[in-house]
Structure formats: C-alpha cells, structure tokens
C-alpha cells in the first residue's frame, strides 16, 4: 500500500495555529503539570505522549518536531490513542499525526502505521480505541494526492482498511445508544469520498459496502441505520470539479438496492430511522438523481404505508413533502401506483394490531414490539382507518400532523436529572417489570448483576426516559451462596436512606422468585475507573470526592447504620459529576439497638415484595408501599 501523497498543508485537522494553542493549553490544564501525566498513568513511555507533544507542538518549529518525531513520537502517538484518551487530548493527538506525516521525510513508514492500525481495529474493534485522528490524518492525505495512477493500492486501502470499519455492530456508549461506528463516523465517511474521489471507479463498491453493513435483526441499531443513511446521502450527492462521483452508469447498476433500502426505512413504525428515510429528499441532488419511474415504485407503496398515516406527526407531515416530489416526477404515475395500492384490500400495520388477542387479564405474557419496548410504551393514534384515495391519505396525514405537538423532551430529561441531586428520591411504589427496558450488564457483584435500564413514559420518546440502574439477584444465587439476609439488609438499609449522595432505592419487586432492586442511574462509571483512566486526583477534586462522600456517610451514621464497604468501585459518578455511594449489601447496625432494629426489618423484607409482573396481584405488600412512599 505504498502510494505517492504529499499532505495538502490547508487540510490539517486543525482550522490554524490559534487553534492548535488552545488545543495544548486544554490538555495542560486538564492533566495539570507535565510530571503528572507520567508518573499517575504508569504505562512507560506512553505515559509521555501529551509530554512531548506539547513540547513539539509549541511554538510550531519545525526543526524541533523532527528531533521529536525522529525519537518515536508518531508511534507513541498511535499507542495512545488505544487507551481511550480525553476530548481535548485526541485533538492534540490528531494534531500529533499530522505534524508526524507533515515534518517526516520517509513517509511510506507512517502510511503503512496508519494503515496498519485502521487494518488492526476492523479485525478486532474496541470501544477504547480511538480511531477519528488517524482517519482524519488519512483524509489529509488523500485530499492530497498526486499520483493518479495508484487505483491498485487505493482499491487495497478501501477493501482491506476502510470497508471493514463500516461492519462493527457494537455500542460505544449503550446508554446514549451510540454505535462504535458513531465515534468515527464523519472521519470515515470522509475519507471514503475522498478514495471515490481518487479513483473513481470504487463508487458503486463503497455503496454496496454501506448496504452490506446495515444492521440485522439480531444486530439492530437504530443510530447505526441512521449514519449509514448519513453517508449513502453524502455519496450519491457527492461531486467533483466536472460530475457526480457516483456517476450515471454506477448509479444505475447500485439504484434498486439504494430505493428498496431507503424505502424500507421510510415505512417503519420507528419515528426516527422513518424521519431519517425521508430527510435525504431535503437534498435537491437526490431530487436529480432519483428522477425516475422506477423511483415512484419503490417509494409510493413505502409511503402509503396500507392507506394508514404514521402515528408521528413530523413522519407525517415529512411524507406530504415526498409525495410531492414523486408528484413532479409524474403525477400520472403516481396516481396509477396510488389506486392499484387501494384497490387491494391491506391490512393495516400499527402497532395497535401487535395487541390483537390479548387482554390484561388473559394469563399471558403481553407480547414486546421490535424495538423491545411493550406495546403500550409506543404513543397510539386513532389513525387505524384505512383510506382508499391518495388525496384521502393525504388529508388524513395533514390532520393527524396538525393535531398532535410534542411533548417537552428536553425539559422532561432536565427534571429527571434534577431528581438525582434532590433531597428526598423519587419513589415508584408501583413500579412494574414491564414498565423497563432492559440494556447492557454495567457490572457484576457477590449478590447478582447490575443492568442498565430506561423507564418507559408514553408521552415522551424513548430517547428520553429516565435512566436506571436495575439490580438483579437471582433466586439461584440466594440459595447456592445464602445471601438472603445480606439482600434483605440491603433493601431495609436503602428503603431509609434519603441522602442525594447515595445511589437511592426508587423502587424493589420480585419478578419471577428474582429480586430486582431499581436504583438511580450514575452514567461516568465510578471513582476506581475514573482514577485509571484518568490518574491521581488533584487537590480541587480530591477535597470534593471527600467532601462528598463524608457527607454521605455522614447520612448513614446519624441513622445508626454502618456502610461497610467503601472503596473506589462503590463511589459512582453521574453525567453531572456527583458523587453517590452504592452496594450496601454490607451495611449493619452501629449500635446493638439498631443491629437489632434492621435484622428484625430483614427477617420479612424478602417475603413482603410486591409482585412485580403487569397482571394484577392480590399478594402485593401494602407495607411495601408505605415504605416506598
């Protein structure tokens, strides 16, 4: 993959210098002093790397960068990027490389590293790898080429490099729902324009390969779908200095599968991959590009959708316009597809049919939508009437856009957050297992497993329901290792704690003979984490990790209890930066008195939970309520 660049000098991953001062200046202030860095991350050389580059980076003499980049800074550069580093230290990395390409006579070596790493972690991605500044390096390069007959060697970095890092399914951050591919999206997507750009016949294959990364159903990811949407726009809009970067021909031979899967994401019940099908026409390149019969054919039946509006509002209002462009293709036509759509006797396809059957008191399991969430977590409509007219439909999804407005999201979220640093918890007594969704496993204890979880609330999306921490103890587990009165302890202990700097008890219930403690969320991981990736506290925040954490334990004494178990891993941190104590599986009684007040409590908080399963209940603890409340 040896090939004649030269960097173009304008296209660095900085906008100027001043940019790149404010750059060194965030990152010294960030890890404090330069001795700092090396001697809290402990990983030898590497712990060096924000060290030299601050010093090569200062004052941007040239011959200063080669005795560092000469020395084995570019490779050190690549190294850390692996370890996960900070916002403002992955621009002064990304800078790093540049310069390391930039001021490096042999620059084979450092294409073939950056290659290498790119070829590494589509083998074997890891969310702690970051690999935006390599792949914004890669794009500098590209944007300055100069050889134009390199199509081999640009045809190898695309399948072997640049492809594979379309495939990862996995999740980067599960609770924000963000993709691995989302923390390198943009940079990828560059750097694929770019290669299309150089070679032009690689178009059609970089659109085959978006398509043949699209999510299973075993693997489905909404934000995932959404950016692969981002980059097929971007590449059928894309141009060069005289025509289309897909051009005609291409554009023909990759058109049916680029409709069929845009179609298919405009007729989904998800409102946001829907809403993302259909922003593309926003774009009046597409308008151009997708000109065509075969167009209409493909869209309309999507967008009809069995003569049944979509229960979004803004879905709705967005396929009036489509419409209306598939209007101006041919009218004609359109009105042809329209009637032979209606006059086929359809079945409508909203969620309100996923409960055909089924009734709360019918002893069985209410049946889960696709995206995991119960039916009644979906907002319904009253939009089941099945038109028989275009001009019908499209009233009917004028008047559902006019009538509904949405729901303060933001505000609600705001309010959520605010709950977690109030004095006293919010409690929800009645709290059921169907009312959750269930996310990844955030760790592992004596007593069972910790889940991330989100509540559903119909009014708003599901972007924004309040986030848990959703404690899970297994009957198995109970009886192999007899934790009963540690599990009854802890749920005794947290039913009095009230204080915002613990991880409070919102709601307890046994579904299944399991346990299921619901916690209040802390999004940054704990203290333990915080420290190895980040090293030694400073003063500033070590006063306020004790601070914080005495007035918690403070808390805990003055109701004659004894925490018990603090260390690093039980001090959690929310996504505002509080601190809250957890785990009280070995919290006890301080005095005699109170040992004696909790084992009595314990000997029958196992046996009064509430059932937590949505069919009604006569065997639910009126105690547990009150206790709850």
Excluded at 447 to 470: C, H, M, N, Q, T
């Amino acid at each position: 993959m040896d090939i004649e660049f030269e960097l173009d000098k304008k296209l660095n991953p900085f906008n100027d210098d001043e940019e790149c001062v404010k750059c060194v200046e965030a990152v010294r202030k960030y890890y404090d002093t330069e001795k700092r860095i090396v001697r809290n991350w402990n990983e030898g050389l590497e712990g060096e790397v924000p060290t030299m580059l601050l010093r090569a980076l200062k004052g941007f003499e040239q011959s200063k960068n080669l005795v560092f980049f000469q020395a084995g800074l570019g490779e050190l550069c690549l190294a850390r990027l692996r370890k996960c580093p900070c916002a403002a230290e992955r621009r002064l990395l990304a800078y790093g490389l540049w310069a390391w390409y930039m001021y490096t006579e042999d620059r084979s070596k450092i294409r073939l590293a950056l290659g290498d790493e790119l070829r590494t972690f589509g083998s074997s991605p890891q969310w702690r790898w970051i690999i935006s500044p390599i792949l914004a390096t890669l794009k500098c390069i590209l944007q300055g080429i100069c050889c134009s007959e390199e199509t081999n060697n640009l045809q190898v970095l695309w399948s072997q490099c640049l492809r594979p890092l379309y495939l990862p399914a996995e999740f980067a951050e599960w609770r924000d729902q963000l993709p691995l591919l989302g923390t390198y999206h943009a940079e990828l997507t560059a750097c694929t324009l770019a290669v299309c750009v150089a070679c032009t016949t690689l178009g059609a294959a970089a659109i085959t390969a978006v398509l043949d990364a699209w999510p299973t159903s075993s693997t489905a990811s909404t934000s995932k779908e959404v950016l692969l949407i981002t980059t097929l726009e971007q590449l059928l809009c894309a141009k060069n200095e005289h025509s289309w970067i897909i051009c005609d021909a291409q554009l023909e031979y990759v058109l049916p599968q680029c409709l069929n899967r845009l179609a298919l994401c405009a007729s989904s019940e998800n409102w946001r991959l829907c809403e993302r099908g259909l922003h593309v026409w926003r774009r009046p390149e597409i308008a151009i590009r997708f000109n065509r019969k075969q167009t209409i054919s493909a869209f309309a039946p999507a967008l009809l959708r069995d003569g049944t509006p979509h229960w979004n509002p803004t879905v709705n209002r967005m396929t009036l316009l489509v419409l209306d462009h598939l209007a101006a293709i041919d009218s004609k036509y359109l009105n042809e597809i329209a009637e032979h759509h209606f006059s086929v006797k359809q079945s409508t396809q909203s969620t309100n049919l996923d409960l055909r059957g089924w009734r709360p008191d019918s002893g069985q399991a209410p049946p889960l939508t696709l995206t995991g969430a119960a039916p009644w977590a979906i907002p319904q409509t009253n939009n089941d009437q099945v038109v028989v007219t275009l001009a019908s439909f499209r009233s009917a999804c004028a008047a559902i856009a006019q009538e509904h407005t949405y729901a303060e999201h933001a505000e609600y979220t705001k309010a959520w957050a605010a709950a977690l640093v109030a004095a006293a918890p919010e409690r929800l007594p009645n709290l059921k297992f169907h009312d959750l969704v269930f996310g990844r496993e955030l760790g592992q204890g004596a007593f069972g497993v910790v889940k991330y979880a989100k509540r559903i609330v119909r009014e708003i999306s599901r972007e924004a329901w309040p986030e848990l921490a959703v404690k899970v103890v297994t009957r198995a587990k109970l009886n192999e290792h007899k934790y009963e009165s540690s599990v009854a302890r802890e749920i005794c202990a947290l039913r009095k704690l009230e204080h915002p700097g613990i991880a409070r008890l919102i709601s307890s219930f046994k579904w299944r003979e399991d346990i299921y403690l619901v916690l209040e969320y802390a999004a940054n991981f704990d203290l333990h984490c915080d420290i190895r990736d980040r090293g030694a506290l400073d003063l500033e925040s070590t006063r306020f990790v004790v601070g914080s954490v005495l007035a918690a334990l403070l808390s805990i004494h003055e109701i004659q209890l004894v925490f018990g178990d603090l260390k690093p891993e039980n001090v959690l941190i929310t996504a505002a930066g509080h601190l809250k104590l957890t785990d009280f599986g070995g919290c006890r009684g301080a005095t005699s008195a109170s040992a004696r007040d909790l084992e009595f409590e314990a000997a029958t908080a196992l046996r009064d939970l509430r059932d937590g399963d949505w069919r009604p209940s006569n065997t639910s603890s009126s105690s547990e309520q009150k206790k709850n409340n």
